[in-house]
């Protein structure tokens, strides 16, 4: 069983414990919880599609300027689908929902700072945007570590 799948096992858990919760209540999630559930749809969303992608899409050759969108998709899905997970247990449990979006944010911040290409071409954009705000088209971009 992937991660992706426990994702979603989590998710259809919450939403029957939501269901239940709020079933004798006179108001609906959508008038309680507006801000959450509405973020909680985009992120889903961006979970199914991205996990949906990231399935059809063929791992590339492992040569050194090829780019694993596979790779990418699967954590841009990993992070919406625990960002989803964090909302949901935000209206059962404001506690348990905190943890889970101050573990997702430890984790956002370490899968960021383990990519030393994507940091060093970061950097590397950020340099030509800055000389492009300040006009200085003309002057060479020092490369960025490792040869990128």
């Not at 992608?53 to 596979?70: E, F, L, M, Y």
């Not at 919406?80 to 573990?103: D, E, K, P, Q, R």
């Amino acid at each position: 069983m992937s991660f992706h799948e426990v994702i979603v096992f989590t998710i259809t858990i919450a939403g029957v414990f939501i269901q239940v919760e709020f079933q004798s209540k006179g108001s609906s999630l959508l008038e309680t919880h507006y801000w959450i559930m509405s973020i909680f749809f985009v992120a889903f969303l961006v979970f199914a599609a991205a996990w949906l992608k990231s399935r059809t899409t063929p791992v590339p050759p492992a040569d050194g300027d090829n780019v694993n969108h596979a790779g990418a998709l699967s954590e841009i899905s990993l992070v919406s689908g625990m960002l989803a997970i964090a909302l949901l247990f935000l209206i059962i449990h404001v506690v348990i929902g905190c943890a889970i979006l101050v573990f997702l944010a430890i984790y956002v911040m370490m899968r960021i700072y383990s990519r030393q290409p994507v940091n060093d071409r970061l950097f590397l954009y950020l340099d030509k945007l800055k000389n492009a705000i300040n006009g200085n088209l003309d002057e060479e971009i020092p490369q960025a570590i490792g040869g990128q």
